[in-house]
């Protein structure tokens, strides 16, 4: 696992990885803009709709308080669905540069089927969100239960999709165990909750995943 890490830096290196990185950080970070200013207004337009607006600096606040709280639970959501316009492009880059043989036998997944995986992976992240969001509260109250369960639920999501990834391309050989696709979860998620990190996580884990299975450990 470390050296499939350390191999998905090096990438960072290749000219094709990096203009990928650039493309998905620029598109993060204007997506979550949208989406912030959006919420913003959403959110005056319903306070102003239930007479609470009249304390300009309380519902100021309190639209912040929820438009940050939302940017950094959607952050996920947005980067991976972003990556996974580019997954295709980062995956021929690793394959091209370091295992030619199963980039032979890969076939790329039509641009359709590309969509289709992206939105199935969107509405899984939000509907097990959800679903965990009344586990999250109750466990506010253990001080760091929420933090850890939300970082098992995403986790299971994130190896879930990376593992798509791979399957799409080079079928049941891009295929991982649960512990291993649960570690690279993990490594992604907890990577996405450090700034500045997180906008690297998405290309990272897509590259250390390609090493993880090409290497022969993904069904340790």
């Given at each position: ?201 998405p290309i990272l884990a897509t ?14």
């Open positions: 696992m470390i050296q499939a890490l350390m191999l998905s830096f090096q990438s960072l290196s290749d000219r094709r990885i990096f203009a990928v990185l650039v493309k998905v950080i620029l598109l993060t970070i204007v997506s979550i803009l949208i989406l912030g200013v959006g919420l913003w207004f959403a959110l005056q337009g319903l306070f102003g709709w239930f007479n609470v607006n009249d304390d300009s600096l309380w519902s100021g606040l309190l639209s912040g308080a929820i438009t940050v709280l939302s940017g950094f639970l959607l952050f996920r959501v947005v980067a991976v669905a972003i990556t996974w316009v580019f997954a295709d492009d980062i995956i021929d880059a690793v394959e091209d540069r370091h295992y030619p043989r199963q980039a032979a036998f890969g076939k790329r997944p039509s641009l359709g089927a590309g969509v289709q995986l992206a939105m199935r992976s969107i509405m899984r992240v939000l509907g097990y969100n959800l679903l965990a969001l009344p586990l999250y509260v109750l466990l506010l109250f253990t001080g760091f239960g929420t933090a850890i369960a939300f970082l098992l639920i995403n986790a299971l999501l994130l190896g879930r999709d990376l593992e798509d990834m791979l399957i799409a391309r080079h079928g049941a050989k891009g295929a991982m165990n649960k512990l291993p696709r649960l570690m690279l979860g993990l490594m992604g998620t907890a990577g996405m909750l450090v700034p500045l990190v997180n906008l690297l996580v590259a250390t995943a390609v090493h993880w299975v090409h290497s022969g450990n993904s069904n340790l």
